[in-house]
Structures are given as structure tokens and as C-alpha cells.
T-cell receptor, first 116, second 115 residues
Framework: GAVVSQHPSRVICKSGTSVKIECRSLDFQATTMFWYRQFPKKSLMLMATSNEGSKATYEQGVEKDKFLINHASLTLSTLTVTSAHPEDSSFYIC????????????FGPGTRLLVL | AQSVTQLDSHVSVSEGTPVLLRCNYSSSYSPSLFWYVQHPNKGLQLLLKYTSAATLVKGINGFEAEFKKSETSFHLTKPSAHMSDAAEYFCVVSLSDTGRRALTFGSGTRLQVQP
């Protein structure tokens, strides 16, 4: 149980295009999901907290108009990187916190984005 | 503010010898602490967590960690390393004071296991 999936696992796109990444909790409901970014050989940086049915909370320095987050249901959150640039290339990881277990987060396998 | 410091960026041990990965935290509140492992090209996996119950926490794959409030530490140990333990390990603190319970990750420790 407690599986979180991400799709796609890797994506290559051209500069200026938009890319959508999906994060799904497969066997539990998650009122809250989180989006992280991981640079090569670096730790995870929290980008935003996604709450079902409300606006996401972005961390300082993260552009909300560039990284659009939608949490339309209790099992799905999406991150859209708009007008992607090469510096957006990174490993994006989501996590989902079960509604019944507030201290636990389950992580997706990550999405590797390469912007050419 | 809360933070977590992993004291070693790389640790190398021989197979069958003990593992010690060090972590110190800073928190104004009673923290929740976690250790996660990340294998290459795989997702993060929870090894163990401390949430104000027993100070010695046992996790999966023979790992355990001890919460020491006086030392503000949460070091991860394993009596005998296995080749499959080679991975990146993250010490994590939960920002429970904000209500969001977002996680703050340490910088990570890469564990190498020599045959």
C-alpha cells in the first residue's frame, strides 16, 4: 500500500513549451501533496504545498506563475512548468500525505525534465 | 526556524562493518524526524521515523536511529553493512510548527559499501 506514482518518468521538451507532471496517490487519499525539486547531487528543495480544492502555497523564491499547481482531487496533483527554459531542467519529486496519517509522506519516483 | 545538518557528505564502509550516518537538527518545537533512502533512479523510501514515542527507533533493513534531545541528534546506524545499502540517505525534519508539516531535507549522505 501507500504508493505514489508520477507521470511521466522523464520528459524532454523544447524551450518555451509547457510540461505537465502528474502525481497520483494510488491507494490512499491525500488532502495535501508536496512538490520538490532536486538538483544533481543535491538535496530536495520544497517548491510548494498543494492542498485539495484550494490554492497552492509556494515557498519563497518559487514563481507561482511559472510552476502552476492544481490539486483537483484527493488523489491527483499536477505541476505544470510553463514556458520552460534550460535552467528548469531538474528532477521533480512529489509526495503525498495520507489524510489519516498526518506525520507520514510517501514519495513518488520522480520526473526528470530536460529542457533543450 | 527548523533545520537539519548531515555532518558527512560521503561515508565509505566495508561490507559487514557498522554504519553510522550522523544528523543534527535544530527546532523550536518537538520535532518529527525521519530518515529516507534514495537509490539511483528510484524514489525516496522511508527508513524510519521518530514522532515523540520511543527514542530508539527501529526501521527497515536493519537500520535504527536514536533521538537524543540533549545532543539534538538523530544518527542512523546499522550493525553490518550490505552491498545493497549503497545509496543516498537523507535526514529530514518535519515543520510541524507551521501546521503544514512540510519536510526539510538535510543535504544528504552518500553511503558507499566496499566489498
Amino acid at each position: 500500500g501507500a504508493v505514489v506514482s508520477q507521470h511521466p518518468s522523464r520528459v524532454i521538451c523544447k524551450s518555451g513549451t509547457s510540461v505537465k507532471i502528474e502525481c497520483r496517490s494510488l491507494d490512499f487519499q491525500a488532502t495535501t501533496m508536496f512538490w520538490y525539486r532536486q538538483f544533481p547531487k543535491k538535496s530536495l528543495m520544497l517548491m510548494a504545498t498543494s492542498n485539495e480544492g484550494s490554492k497552492a502555497t509556494y515557498e519563497q523564491g518559487v514563481e507561482k506563475d511559472k510552476f502552476l499547481i492544481n490539486h483537483a482531487s484527493l488523489t491527483l496533483s499536477t505541476l505544470t512548468v510553463t514556458s520552460a527554459h534550460p535552467e528548469d531542467s531538474s528532477f521533480y519529486i512529489c509526495s503525498a500525505r495520507p489524510t489519516e496519517a498526518q506525520e507520514t509522506q510517501y514519495f513518488g519516483p520522480g520526473t526528470r525534465l530536460l529542457v533543450l | 526556524a527548523q533545520s537539519v545538518t548531515q555532518l558527512d557528505s560521503h561515508v565509505s564502509v566495508s561490507e559487514g562493518t557498522p554504519v553510522l550516518l550522523r544528523c543534527n537538527y535544530s527546532s523550536s518545537y518537538s520535532p518529527s524526524l525521519f530518515w529516507y533512502v534514495q537509490h539511483p533512479n528510484k524514489g525516496l523510501q522511508l527508513l524510519l521515523k521518530y514522532t515523540s514515542a520511543a527514542t530508539l527507533v527501529k526501521g527497515i533493513n536493519g537500520f535504527e536511529a536514536e533521538f537524543k534531545k540533549s545532543e539534538t541528534s538523530f544518527h542512523l546506524t546499522k550493525p553490518s553493512a550490505h552491498m545493497s545499502d549503497a545509496a543516498e540517505y537523507f535526514c529530514v525534519v518535519s515543520l510541524s510548527d507551521t501546521g503544514r508539516r512540510a519536510l526539510t531535507f538535510g543535504s544528504g549522505t552518500r553511503l558507499q559499501v566496499q566489498p
